[in-house]
């Protein structure tokens, strides 16, 4: 079997017996177990690293390589992965879009709204408050934080503004 074009992945039989698979140059004309031409020894931690990253990229299910959240870079995938990649990528989206249709929807039904004087109580609660708030907490912590962000949330007219 040839590996990236100079290398081969033998198995072979010599003096009647099966001898283990091993990697040579391409251009390796010793057959023997144990005899290595000059190439294959100087190159044999070199080959040794491309068989095995070879044979690791080979073990990888296609359903990984395929799968939405892959690595794998698409010009290494063949034609029917990505179309099978895309697919699942569509799929996807349509789940993403089907949840937050449900988002909103449940939004929709347990919002509560406030009317004018409730909302302007706790704006004058709120601003009330803020005076207690900054003495009692560094301005680097976190509920004063907190408080800084809710105050102007209630200030906007529109949460888009946040």
Not at 30 to 58: E, F, I, P, T
Not at 82 to 100: D, F, H, M, V
Not at 104 to 128: C, G, H, P, W, Y
Request: glycine residues 2%; contains cysteine.
């Amino acid at each position: 079997m040839l590996l990236q074009g100079w290398i081969h992945f033998h198995q072979f039989f010599c003096g009647g017996k099966l001898h283990a698979k091993t990697v040579r140059v391409s251009t390796c004309a010793v057959l023997a177990d144990g005899n290595r031409c000059a190439l294959c020894v100087s190159y044999r931690d070199s080959l040794r690293s491309m068989y095995h990253r070879w044979v690791k990229q080979k073990s990888l299910s296609p359903s990984k390589r395929q799968s939405t959240n892959s690595k794998t870079n698409l010009r290494w995938l063949s034609i029917p992965e990505r179309s099978k990649r895309y697919s699942c990528l569509q799929t996807r989206a349509k789940e993403i879009k089907r949840l937050k249709e449900k988002i909103n929807l449940i939004m929709e039904k347990n919002r509560v709204t406030l009317d004018q004087a409730l909302d302007s109580d706790f704006k004058a609660i709120t601003n009330e408050m803020s005076k207690k708030v900054y003495e009692e907490h560094a301005e680097d912590s976190f509920k004063r934080v907190f408080w800084d962000e809710q105050l102007k949330a209630a200030d906007v007219k529109d949460s888009r503004q946040m």
